[in-house]
């Protein structure tokens, strides 16, 4: 059976060749749009014959097209640039609010890592909204109930989830001082997980016959996008806790690549790089790379002489505040590396003067270089998907929040394995925190355990002669 715009054609079910399909599809294929094309028994037409509704009628195939949003150039920026060409337009455009935001991220460095949090969570919360608003721009003719709703609940609870894990992480003391924290830090992953649970049961509760599968796809697409935004959002913050240098270097590397990897393809571009982004060039990819591997060096060079910078972020009891202040670790402290010998002739210089952390810093900035912009093209794809040019219209001239953080996401990721693989190391205080949670016995347990075990290695007479 065929509908074609409200007329019913019935086709003999054993031939699928009949002349009229085979006419319709040849001369009229934009009669036939999956919203209005099935096949299925008489019982199933009844259906529709008996007054289902048109969201009811429906059928789970075929993806609406997203609206594209208004542009929201300030009316200032466009009258001034009004004589260029677009493609000047959009540099000079791109160009400008490139530095505010620039200037807008070292204003919050400024203002301490308190303030770095709280605009990670702004962050994420708006690129979690602009996703889920492609979704309901994409299925809003369905009325699916409670889409949003439970978007935004399963939000609340995977939040919940993970900056309870961050508060009982680095705020164990604050949190062990107040009994009703100390009961929500106890118990705080039977409370995620019930959490989570009734916006599960909810979520079944609200499924509709007819729009099972979209509400599953739906469904999937929510934790999708909670596992691509909040996930990597929380390893952003863990990345600011080790030191405020490993949170500032690696954005300011995938933001160095952005602006240079442009600046090359837009004056010397010729050679396309990938079908997903036709705009991105092999010189501009090249050009990126080089630069920011540079950038990178000279920028923790610069960064790594502060202890505001590089020491890891703590919390006070004493005072009840951030505190960035200790005695920095061979990671940041000059020594002297022997250049190999190409590079001694090509310089002069046996030795240079380093920072470790720069080192590091070129892993760093090749990866933002090299695999950071996939989590761009990545991007590109979803948005080519939906026929979207950008995930919003929040920033002119860059799109959505989504379409900046896209690499920084991924880049996050990357810091976050590579400090526990490489860099950190185990944590005494953290120990030590966990001693004094215990109870007076377990605490004279592990005391006697471990003055036997020093004894055994005759550690503790040194010791104890050392004291005295």
């Keep these: 059976t065929v509908v074609i715009r ?25 009669l036939i749009s999956p919203l209005f094309v099935c096949q299925g028994s008489d019982s199933e037409l009844k259906g529709e014959k008996d007054g289902a509704s048109d969201s009811e009628a429906k059928v789970d195939s075929g993806v609406p097209e997203v609206p594209v949003p208004a542009d929201d150039t300030p009316v ?15 540099w000079w455009i791109r160009g400008i609010l490139t530095l505010a935001m620039i200037s807008f991220f070292f204003l919050i ?3 301490g890592p308190m303030v770095l949090m709280m605009i990670v969570l702004i962050v994420q919360i708006k690129c979690f909204q602009e996703i889920i608003t492609i979704g309901y721009n994409v299925y809003h003719s369905y009325h699916l109930p409670w889409f949003r709703t439970l978007s935004w609940y399963f939000l609340l609870c995977v939040n919940y989830f993970f900056y309870g894990e961050t508060v009982t992480d680095y705020f164990f003391t604050l949190v062990q001082r107040e009994e009703p924290l100390r009961i929500l ?9 019930a959490l989570y649970l009734t916006g599960f049961c909810m979520f079944v509760l609200s499924l509709v016959k007819k729009h099972y599968r979209l509400q599953f796809y739906m469904f999937g697409w929510t934790h999708v996008t909670l596992l691509i935004v909040v996930t990597q959002s ?6 600011l806790f080790e030191g405020m240098i490993w949170f500032i270097v690696p954005i ?11 600046m090359f393809g837009f004056f010397f571009g010729r050679t396309p790089l990938i079908k997903l982004s036709p705009k991105k060039t092999w010189e501009g990819f090249i050009g990126g790379l080089f630069s920011t591997i540079v950038f990178g060096i000279m920028f923790s060079y610069l960064m790594a002489g502060y ?11 004493d005072s009840n505040r951030f505190q960035v202040d200790c005695e920095p670790s061979e990671l940041f402290q000059l020594q002297d590396y022997i250049l190999p010998g190409v590079l001694q002739s090509f310089t002069g210089w046996s030795t240079v003067r380093l920072y470790p952390f720069q080192i590091h810093s070129i892993a760093l900035s090749s990866f933002a270089s090299i695999v950071g912009p996939f989590g761009g093209f990545f991007a590109s794809g979803f948005k080519r998907a939906f026929k979207i040019k950008d995930f919003a219209n929040t920033i002119p001239g860059h799109g959505g929040i989504m379409d900046r953080f896209d690499c920084q996401y991924l880049m996050a990721t990357f810091v976050n394995v590579y400090i526990a693989s490489f860099i950190r190391g185990p944590n005494p205080s953290k120990v030590i925190q966990q001693l004094l949670a215990l109870r007076v016995d377990q605490q004279l347990h592990i005391f006697n355990s471990l003055k036997a075990h020093l004894t055994e290695k005759g550690l503790l007479p040194a010791l104890e002669g050392a004291a005295a």
């Excluded at 830090?185 to 997980?193: C, G, Q």
């Excluded at 929380?234 to 990345?239: K, P």
């Design 307 to 317: 202890r505001y910078f590089v020491c890891p972020v703590e919390f006070n009891n």
């Design 185 to 193: 830090s106890k118990y705080h992953r039977f409370i995620s997980f």
């Design 6 to 30: 409200q007329t019913v054609f019935r086709l003999p079910p054993s031939d699928d060749s009949h002349p009229l399909m085979l006419y319709v599809f040849a001369k009229c294929p934009s």
């Design 234 to 239: 929380h390893l952003i913050i863990h990345n």
């Design 76 to 90: 200032v920026l466009n009258k001034a640039l009004s004589g260029l060409s677009s493609r000047w337009k959009n």
């Design 109 to 111: 460095i400024y203002l």
């Design 252 to 262: 300011s590397c995938v933001i160095c690549n952005d602006i240079m990897a442009y």
